[in-house]
């Protein structure tokens, strides 16, 4: 289901999901209300619903609660488990609205608060209402610790622990069998299995009452029939004889009244608590990544006022316009620009560049980086969850959220699996007693089926894999927007790299001005000559735009001490050029072709310099003529050649498509070993490029960092844009680097194909474990304990494997 533009998104936290036929159930809930589509998540315990503006958000909660789960509006950072928030005091609640562009693939957020946090001292008094709107707020990282909790699983575990070694051992060594043994287990096993698996009684309960079957129901109808099987072969069969013994197998025992399963009822339980309390651990450490992230945010800033007075106050008291001192050692804590002082800036924990960045007044930065050498003032110009530290937490978490098209087979199958476990395991029972075994061998048979079935794994396979790779990702500086990325990504055959910015470094240098009838140097510019004017005139056009050459047109005028004009009714033409009435004459700058669509004629000698250049070219012209040709060039990254060498071996067939000049294209082409270059195309003709390669049968990765790049990344079947880039590039892409080095274009892809494999071999584990585990339990070769066991290892096991990725 596509979102529409005027639908509303919200999270909720999910309490009670065990498996992803708890998953399926809940999305089915909720989807059953009109204009209602739902994305369940098991690792994180959330869901994010989207929903028509005339369903209200209490009647969603109210869905998810008559689905037999608990559920409130989230209120926790991304990255946090739902228990993790009990005690924290009430923070933002994020509603976001769809864009109205739909090749934007970023949602537009309005931020809705329940109450304020660290309101200003002006406002302390004030009463707020309920879901007043807000101004963005700073995340939830901002609040005091929660107080430490104590975990009831664990303590469950460990009780049931010490109660159920004993009797196992007793079970499993007939000569520790003293008389009365089996009173001792019955009494040392009913804490176990009546207490310590209390959550999945009580949630197989629940689940049953309202018409749901899931694997707490496996557990609880397993262990139960284990334990009512003893509790009568105690005391209406002979197995409560003073002096009885009995052996114990791996496969299936018994003889009528004459055995006890305690240890299995009692092993089951246990072993269940142990692959649930490492679940919950390795899901945590799954998310450590993202929770390291949003930790770095500074709780404190230190605000400046009109008079250069300082005062410590909370970060959420600062917001945008406002200016905020940071010391050295000390974080940044929103984004902003310097207004005082310089320093070098460690980005790493964004960027994974280790090197210190130089800043100085003008110069942009972002919060939670660390000021490295100097103190400086920063004029706050996003603060709270408009920073790009929350932006980045936003996205990684909307990527955990989705699934990839094998865990949407998954939860198909999931949504019947339980039933029809529940079937075989009394088909088992049935050809068991029709093939003349006891009554005893059909019912261990039978519980083994029931309790070695595991549609957890199922549940666990993709999101626990993209929780841990996305997490892996933003500390490398990479961002996943979604499982379904992954799944693009291994599709991958062509790739389509822009030029400027992303192979080379971006920051352009002007080379060279040359008026039309004559040829005198940039150095040589005489300050009141004819290149001089030109130059003037282009950087006038220019200062309205954000694109490199542009900023580099700009700074080159002014070194050169180019006259400063003023420009009024300005307009950008995306990757053509910009026009504007400069000096009370039209004029206008970009490409030679563009201007000449103008009626602006290209001089035969400035046509020559154009033919002989292999740099960027910007021609100014007014009253129907160019009258300057500008050079403008960057240098090729360091890193790029090898980079495009990685893209080569891991099957791509990289291509460059840009705007500028054939003869510049090809010289980047040269020098990072590229055959392959369209040149001088504007942002329809990249696009057109895109939809003719996908029409030719290929898959098209697309990367940029420009807003001429922005159609042709929404286009590609994989977006990459680079870090540098701006705003649109970032919202059209399906992966984003915060590093702007090329060698990310291949990492990103590396990460992105190692946890598509992950998951992949995740669903193999949990498909395979489930079709040869099933029949060998149904053919009597496992123990109830031990299939008990093998069950909780498979959810392990799928957890376990997932973070191999943080090595990634």
Request: aromatic letters at 4%; a neutral charge; one cysteine or more.
């Amino acid at each position: 289901m596509t979102p529409q533009h005027d639908e509303l998104t919200v999270d909720l936290d999910i309490e009670g999901m065990t498996c992803a036929s708890c998953v399926s159930r809940v999305e089915r809930r909720l989807e059953r209300i009109d204009g209602v589509h739902a994305q369940v998540n098991l690792a994180t315990e959330r869901a994010r619903v989207s929903y028509a503006p005339g369903v209200e958000v209490a009647e969603l909660v109210e869905a998810v609660r008559s689905a037999g789960y608990a559920a409130s509006v989230s209120t926790r950072a991304a990255g946090e488990s739902a228990t993790a928030v009990a005690s924290r005091t009430p923070v933002p609640v994020t509603i976001t609205a769809r864009p109205l562009d739909l090749t934007a693939r970023t949602p537009v957020p309005v931020t809705i608060t329940a109450r304020p946090v660290d309101p200003a001292p002006d406002q302390a008094s004030a009463p707020q209402p309920a879901l007043a709107p807000q101004p963005p707020v700073a995340p939830p990282t901002d609040l005091p610790e929660p107080a430490p909790r104590r975990d009831p699983l664990r303590l469950r575990l460990l009780v049931s622990a010490v109660l159920t070694v004993p009797v196992v051992v007793l079970a499993m060594a007939p000569a520790l069998q003293f008389p009365g043994w089996q009173w001792v287990s019955l009494v040392l096993a009913t804490p176990v299995v009546l207490w310590g698996g209390w959550p999945f009684h009580r949630a197989a309960a629940v689940n049953l009452r309202h018409g749901g079957l899931t694997m707490d129901t496996l557990v609880s109808l397993g262990t139960l029939t284990a334990f009512a099987w003893s509790v009568w072969a105690l005391w209406f069969g002979h197995a409560g004889e003073l002096g009885m013994t009995h052996g114990w197998s791996f496969g299936v025992r018994g003889t009528p009244g004459g055995d006890v399963y305690f240890e299995v009822a009692a092993g089951v339980v246990t072993v269940l608590l142990l692959g649930r309390v490492i679940e919950a651990r390795s899901k945590r450490r799954a998310g450590a990544s993202l929770r390291t992230l949003l930790d770095l945010a500074p709780r404190e800033v230190t605000l400046v006022d009109d008079t250069g007075r300082e005062t410590r106050s909370a970060a959420g008291a600062l917001r945008a316009g406002g200016r905020f001192a940071v010391r050295p050692g000390e974080r940044i804590a929103a984004d902003g620009v310097v207004v005082e002082g310089e320093a070098g800036v460690d980005q790493s924990m964004l960027t994974g560049e280790p090197a210190p960045v130089d800043v100085a007044p003008g110069s942009a930065v972002t919060a939670a980086t660390i000021v490295d050498g100097g103190r400086l003032v920063v004029r706050a110009t996003r603060v709270g969850a408009d920073t790009r530290l929350a932006q980045i937490a936003r996205l990684v978490e909307d990527a955990q959220l989705g699934a990839t098209r094998a865990q949407r087979l998954a939860d198909r199958v999931a949504a019947v699996f339980v039933p029809i476990v529940i079937a075989i395991a009394l088909g088992t029972a049935a050809v068991w007693l029709l093939t003349g075994s006891p009554l005893e061998q059909a019912v261990t048979a039978a519980v083994s089926v029931l309790v070695i079935a595991c549609p957890c794994a199922l549940g666990l396979a993709t999101p626990v894999a993209v929780l841990v790779g996305t997490g892996r990702g933003a500390e490398r500086g990479i961002l996943i927007t979604g499982p379904e990325v992954l799944d693009r990504t291994a599709d991958v055959d062509t790739i389509l790299l822009d030029k400027t910015g992303t192979l080379t470094t971006g920051r352009m240098r002007l080379l060279r001005v040359t008026p039309a009838n004559g040829a005198d140097g940039l150095a040589g510019v005489d300050r009141e000559g004819a290149g001089a004017r030109a130059l003037g005139v282009v950087a006038a056009l220019e200062r309205g735009s954000e694109h490199p050459i542009a900023r580099a047109v700009v700074a080159g005028a002014e070194a050169a001490g180019a006259p400063r004009l003023d420009v009024t009714g300005f307009r950008a033409h995306s990757g053509l050029g910009v026009t504007g009435r400069v000096d009370g004459f039209d004029a206008a700058a970009g490409r030679p072709t563009f201007l000449a669509g103008l009626g602006h004629g290209l001089p035969d000698d400035l046509a020559a310099v154009a033919a002989a250049s292999d740099a960027s070219l910007v021609a100014v012209g007014w009253d129907g003529e160019v009258r300057a040709l500008l050079e403008v060039g960057d240098d090729v990254r360091d890193g790029a050649r090898e980079a495009v060498a990685r893209l080569r071996a891991q099957g791509l067939r990289p291509a460059i498509a840009t705007g500028d000049a054939p003869r510049a294209a090809q010289r980047v082409a040269r020098a990072v070993g590229i055959d392959e270059v369209h040149a001088a195309l504007a942002p329809e003709e990249k696009l057109a490029l895109v939809r003719r390669l996908q029409g030719e049968g290929r898959s098209v990765a697309m990367a940029g960092d420009g807003v001429n790049d922005a159609a042709a990344l929404a286009a590609a079947d994989l977006g990459i844009a680079m870090g540098g880039g701006t705003d649109a590039a970032a919202s059209a892409s399906d992966l984003a680097l915060l590093r702007d080095d090329p060698a990310g274009i291949p990492d990103a892809i590396d990460l992105a194909r190692a946890t598509r494999a992950t998951i992949r071999g995740n669903l193999f584990w949990a498909f395979a474990y489930n079709v040869a585990a099933i029949p060998l339990a149904a053919a009597g070769f496992l123990n109830p304990m031990i299939a008990g066991a093998a069950m909780a290892f498979s959810s392990v096991f799928v957890v376990l494997n997932s973070l191999r990725l943080r090595s990634a």
